[in-house]
């Protein structure tokens, strides 16, 4: 797994073999301990992981990874969480891509924005992993070729 950060100077390397599962998830959080938290466990679900520190590395390392699932903390440096989903979902290459909103923010205009800017789903922080867990399964059972 790697998070990568313009404000701050680390960068860590783990395995880059194959997930068993096949998936691959990009987590987007400026809050490294989260970001590094959700994704071990996603790693531990079987997918393979980029970190993204801000909106623009998230949209970089997205468009690089091509990954199954995107997490995104609407409050990114950078560029919103919004934007970068509005832009994610106006690429063709991320029709089938699950991408999920993940902040603190939970009022009922966040949760408007969610939708409107093109999110499958929002989920308050901190995350619930065993409904994150629920949301990856069932994609996993997902056909390719179904849109979400």
């Known amino acids: 797994m790697t998070y990568s950060s313009t404000k701050t100077p680390f960068t860590q390397e783990s395995d880059t073999s194959i997930s068993p599962t096949g998936m691959r998830a990009v987590v987007a959080d ?22 993204a520190a801000d909106g623009l590395q998230a949209l ?28 994610l979902r106006a690429d063709p290459a991320f029709a089938h891509s699950l991408i999920i909103a993940h902040s603190g923010w939970s009022q009922p205009e966040h949760l408007q924005r969610s939708q409107a800017a093109g999110f499958d789903y929002h989920l308050v ?24």
Not at 60 to 86: H, K, M, N, T, W
Not at 125 to 144: F, H, N, Q
């Open 60 to 87: 970089a390392i997205s468009r690089a990874f091509q990954p199954d699932v995107v997490l995104i903390d609407i409050g990114l440096p950078e560029l919103s969480g919004y934007d970068v989903c509005r832009q």
């Open 125 to 148: 922080k901190p995350v619930d992993m065993e409904g994150l867990e629920k949301l990856l399964i069932a994609l996993r059972k997902t056909p390719s070729d179904t849109a979400h």
């Open 30 to 51: 400026d809050n490294e301990a989260l970001a590094q938290t959700t994704g071990w466990m996603l790693e531990l679900l079987g997918y393979e992981v980029q970190l």
